[in-house]
């Protein structure tokens, strides 16, 4: 069984920096992209960031230049390092992985995270 679990959210004045962390674990053959997404109370989920296993980026045009994803193949973890925070950006904050796993046989398999909160207050 795949896992994802982030930590690292929890409440931040505006203009002050959080840094998510997401592993995975299990039995995993490789991991390919990863992401974050975000869902702020009433809103549909959204794409934050995401990057493959090459290091090629994509963010969301509201965070491009505050927010910088990252990743250690290494450790199985993805990193979102936040700063310059807004009060919009309260949300939960998933972590989402495209991942090969090789049992029962190989085969691509979607999983997310939890979530963890981020509140930015005012």
């Known amino acids: 069984q795949v896992q994802l679990v982030e930590s690292g959210g929890g409440l931040v004045q505006a203009g002050g920096s959080l840094r998510l962390s997401c592993a995975a674990s299990?039995?995993?053959?490789?991991?390919?992209?990863m992401g974050w997404y975000r869902q702020a109370p009433g809103k549909q989920r959204e794409l934050v960031a995401t990057i493959t296993r090459n290091n090629s980026t994509n963010y969301a045009d509201s965070v491009k230049g505050r927010f910088t994803i990252s990743r250690d193949n290494a450790k199985k973890t993805v990193y979102l390092q936040m700063n310059s925070l807004k009060p919009e950006n309260t949300a939960v904050y998933y972590c989402?992985?495209?991942?090969?796993?090789?049992?029962?046989?190989?085969?691509?398999?979607?999983?997310w995270g939890r979530g963890t909160l981020v509140t930015v207050s005012s």
């Open positions: 299990g039995s995993i053959s490789s991991i390919n992209t």
């Open positions: 989402n992985a495209q991942v090969v796993v090789p049992t029962p046989y190989y085969r691509n398999l979607e999983v």
